[in-house]
């Protein structure tokens, strides 16, 4: 899968797209190293609040358009109660931030002052 952030197109590499079960338990109860990067596809664009509860490791939550654009992205800390994006977005990406990922968080995140963290 490849997403656009800005003029850069960057692939993702290996993710696991996840049903209505996946979409509930999300990264919930994860290893972070062991954890894939998980796709939440939705029928409509929507502003979806998620949480982090039971999440015992920060991760990278990147809302994307219908064409894979990236419409926000977050570092969502540990059991953090309520994350919402700035915009409507078709799906949403979450990456674990492990060693696996830091090469796609880096690509990502062009600088720490235009990334929004999520604090308890």
Do not use: T, Y
């Not at 570092?75 to 919402?84: A, D, K």
């Amino acid at each position: 899968m490849r997403v656009r952030k800005g003029r850069k197109l960057i692939e993702i590499g290996e993710i696991k797209e996840v049903g209505f079960f996946g979409k509930v338990r999300g990264l919930m109860f994860r290893r972070r190293e062991s954890a894939k990067c998980l796709l939440f596809k939705f029928a409509k664009p929507l502003r979806i609040r998620i949480h982090s509860f039971f999440v015992f490791f920060s991760f990278l939550a990147v809302w994307l358009d219908g064409e894979n654009r990236v419409v926000d992205l977050k570092i969502v800390r540990p059991f953090s109660p309520r994350v919402l994006p700035k915009a409507s977005a078709s799906q949403l990406l979450e990456i674990p931030l492990n060693r696996k990922n830091a090469r796609l968080v880096r690509l990502l995140v062009d600088n720490e002052k235009d990334l929004n963290i999520e604090k308890n």
